[in-house]
């Protein structure tokens, strides 16, 4: 048996008379795991096949063949092994787009940990949450920035004990050299028993009325991928994939590790902090990427950097996803390049459940069809099934404990699950009409969730935040439009007396905002107003807010 053809032994694929797929399907071994039975495997059949390309700033190339991740996660594993991890323990990855991270991710997956992947631009306030909530037993971190001082300012505040802190490409009192004390382990593991509908994945999702949730994937989301790969990335075993996604989020899930790496291809990574879109082309120009996804913003930026200037003849194909795509970039990118922007829709609790897949004609901004694992529906709030053109919430057939690709709950938080699992159907909060013809137009969020640049942020993190300003009597934060973000954050704020509403203030709350939550959360607008629109029982309508907003966008 052929690398090539290996995931054909976990899915299974019917397509009709006009070639398209009609149907994917998800099967596996009751002890399936990805490290195992998709990395180890591989590295058996061909050792030498490439699986990692990885680039930073400064020039410097690392490459790393299948052969060396199963044999280097062997080592990560048993060194986790020996610091105490076991089955269902949790470990904090903050490992911005380092190559560490993708033999990290395979090592906690082999020996039944769960991985919890967060991004490098969390700060104290995140890290304590974070740290309380999900149980956290280790962490493994990037020697860049503050986060490592983050970390330890925030374990003097958590109530549980880490077994260890491991930091990533330097060294740090207090913490262990990940990539010294790797060395010393063996580069065997004998296999530790794990099952399919075990967890081995959380991730933290944007909050709208608290702090954020956890969602957690037990080991067949890395099949489920499969079809995100093949299927609406178009992933050629022997090409270049470049998802553009710091590690910490969701959709480096989507592009950068299960999928793409089952069909046996190499995972393009450049490691960098800020994008910048001159370098980006010219990286995807000299090392001929040959399959891209970014969300929209990114191409907007490609376009007014001056696409003419690169050679871009070895993209094959190009996905969007994140944010609804406009007509006019979707335009502008096939004149530029000849190629289709292929657009995708799926959440951190799924894989891509809506797409424009290999062989369908895209309509410029609409999301495409219910890709062939699920079945979609929309439904307006009686949960009855809306017809063409009329908007409804985008709902999945299936439940939480057996339908491949799909989340398994929030962690410790059944209240929250029962909420999007029920009647059959996970409910994912996003809304879209569906035209005569089957595709898919996203409306927007039936929660206050904002997206910007590819980010989910959540108002509530932001604005409990706002609130310890002295500044800052009551708040609201809402998204409102931008015509290259997608949406910005946006806080209304009423002043404590005293307070004048001046330019130097509004840069002084930015500042205050940046320096206690993520940055990419700061409100780039700020309003100051006399009072908030409530309900009738106090609370703050941030539906008015967003209205009020677009009505002026209008006039």
């Known amino acids: 048996m052929d690398v090539e053809s290996y995931h054909l032994n976990f899915v299974t694929e019917e397509y009709g008379e006009d070639g398209l797929l009609k149907k994917f399907g998800i099967k596996y071994p009751e002890n399936f795991n990805f490290g195992y039975d998709i990395i180890d495997k591989i590295a058996q059949l061909e050792p030498d096949r490439r699986a990692l390309l990885w680039v930073d700033l400064e020039g410097n190339e690392k490459t790393l063949t299948y052969g060396d991740l199963s044999l280097l996660s062997n080592q990560a594993a048993n060194m986790f092994l020996e610091k105490g991890i076991k089955k269902g323990d949790h470990v904090i990855l903050v490992m911005k787009r380092h190559y560490q991270f993708w033999y990290t991710m395979i090592a ?107 969602a957690v994937h037990d080991h067949t989301l890395a099949l489920a991928h499969i079809q995100t790969a093949k299927h609406w990335q178009k992933v050629c075993p022997n090409g270049i994939h470049l998802t553009v996604s710091d590690t910490g989020w969701a959709k480096s899930a989507w592009g950068k590790i299960y999928g793409q790496m089952a069909l046996g291809t190499c995972i393009f990574v450049y490691d960098f902090d800020k994008f910048i879109p001159e370098n980006m082309l010219a990286i995807m120009e000299k090392y001929k990427v040959t399959t891209f996804c970014a969300p929209p913003t990114m191409y907007r930026f490609f376009i007014n950097a001056g696409l003419e200037k690169y ?101 410790n938080n059944e209240e929250a ?46 604005e409990s935040v706002l609130a310890t300003h002295p500044a800052v009597l009551e708040c609201a934060v809402t998204g409102v439009p931008h015509p290259i973000r997608g949406e910005v954050v946006k806080a209304t704020i009423v002043l404590t007396e005293g307070y004048e509403p001046t330019e130097e203030l509004k840069a002084d709350i930015q500042t205050y905002v940046k320096k206690n939550t993520a940055p990419y959360k700061y409100p780039r607008v700020v309003e100051f107003v006399k009072e908030l629109p409530k309900t009738v029982s106090g609370k703050i309508r941030r539906v008015e807010i967003r209205e009020n907003d677009r009505s002026k966008d209008d006039k």
């Open 108 to 214: 906690l997956i082999k020996i039944g940990a769960v991985a919890i992947p967060a991004t490098y631009l969390l700060t104290v306030k995140d890290f304590v949450y974070r740290m309380n909530a999900a149980d956290v037993k280790g962490v493994v971190c990037t020697h860049d920035g503050e986060v490592a001082d983050f970390i330890d300012e925030a374990e003097k505040k958590t109530d549980g004990e880490l077994k260890f802190k491991y930091i990533v490409n330097g060294s740090k009192e207090g913490w262990l050299s990940f990539d010294e004390e790797i060395k010393k382990y063996p580069e065997t593991l004998e296999r530790v028993p794990t099952k399919a509908d075990e967890y081995f994945l959380l991730y933290f999702t944007s909050g709208t009325t608290g702090y954020p949730k956890m």
């Open 311 to 411: 050679d871009l003849s070895s993209l094959k194909y190009c996905n969007i996803a994140g944010e609804a795509l406009s007509a006019d970039v979707f335009n502008r990118w096939k004149e530029a390049t000849g190629l289709t922007l292929m657009e995708g829709f799926g959440q951190t609790e799924s894989t891509c459940l809506i797409g424009n897949i290999i062989g369908m004609t895209p309509k410029p901004g609409s999301m495409g069809k219910p890709t062939p694992l699920y079945e979609i529906d929309l439904v307006d709030k009686d949960g009855n099934s809306v017809p063409p053109g009329v908007v409804g919430e985008i709902v999945v057939k299936g439940d939480y404990k057996h339908t491949p690709g799909l989340f398994r709950g929030y962690y």
């Open 417 to 462: 699950t029962k909420k999007v699992w029920h009647d059959g159907y996970y409910h994912t909060g996003d809304t879209a009409k569906r035209d005569e013809d089957g595709y898919y137009w996203y409306v927007g969020r039936n929660d206050d969730v904002i997206k910007s640049s590819g980010y989910r942020i959540g108002p509530f993190e932001i």
